[in-house]
């Protein structure tokens, strides 16, 4: 499972990939997501390296009340 796949045939299969990287993640959180939710990834780069870093996160609404 690639963490740089744009696109799902169904819900089910966005849900499995979800699944998938959250079980790889290093960090473990109780962070909820479902396939409904949207999520950004950011990637590290390292010079003449193959290895990265991602962080991925859940798009969630702000509340602007003061």
């Known amino acids: 499972t690639s963490p740089w796949q ?3 045939k169904d819900d089910g299969a966005y849900t499995t ?3 998938a990287m959250k079980e ?4 473990e959180s109780d962070v909820t997501v479902t396939c409904s ?6 990637s ?3 010079p003449g390296g193959t290895g ?3 962080v991925m996160g859940k798009l969630v609404k ?5």
């Open 24 to 27: 790889r993640s290093a960090v």
């Open 37 to 42: 939710d949207k999520v950004l990834t950011l």
């Open 62 to 66: 702000v509340d602007n009340e003061i």
């Open 52 to 54: 990265r870093f991602l």
């Open 17 to 19: 990939w979800l699944t």
């Open 44 to 46: 590290t780069c390292t």
């Open 6 to 8: 744009l696109s799902w």
